[in-house]
């Protein structure tokens, strides 16, 4: 699967999603880092990617892109990237043509 790892997360998350066998970028790869949401959501629908964010309040509105919800606090803070990599491989597994709107993986801890 073709994912978009928004800022919040750490940067290790990408390699990690990469050894599984995903196509993953960060937001700063796109440079769309820091920039308005609609910005981070165009850059997403352009690549073709599931956008991976916390923030769901700012792209629940969204109706064209998959937008992958994950909220940092269900993470273990030591590993984080590579906990969050294992959760969108299962996800993306058991979820191989997403429907466009929110999704949220089980997170194991």
């Given at each position: 699967?073709?994912?978009?790892?928004?800022?919040?997360?750490?940067p290790e998350t990408c390699?990690?999603?990469?050894?599984?066998?995903?196509?993953?970028?960060?937001?700063?790869?796109?440079?769309?880092?820091?920039?308005?949401?609609?910005?981070?959501?165009?850059?997403?629908?352009?690549?073709?990617?599931?956008?991976?964010?916390?923030?769901?309040?700012?792209?629940?509105?969204?109706?064209?892109?998959?937008?992958?919800?994950?909220?940092?606090?269900?993470?273990?803070?030591?590993?984080?990237?590579?906990?969050?990599?294992?959760?969108?491989d299962q996800w993306a597994?058991?979820?191989?043509?997403?429907?466009?709107?929110l999704h949220w993986p089980?997170?194991?801890?």
């Amino acid at each position: 699967m073709r994912f978009l790892i928004d800022e919040m997360f750490p940067p290790e998350t990408c390699p990690r999603l990469i050894e599984r066998g995903h196509d993953a970028v960060g937001v700063r790869d796109l440079g769309v880092n820091a920039r308005a949401d609609w910005e981070v959501a165009a850059a997403a629908g352009r690549e073709d990617r599931a956008l991976v964010t916390e923030n769901v309040k700012d792209f629940a509105a969204e109706h064209d892109i998959i937008v992958v919800c994950v909220l940092k606090s269900h993470l273990p803070q030591h590993g984080m990237g590579a906990h969050l990599a294992a959760a969108l491989d299962q996800w993306a597994a058991a979820n191989p043509k997403p429907y466009v709107g929110l999704h949220w993986p089980k997170i194991e801890r």
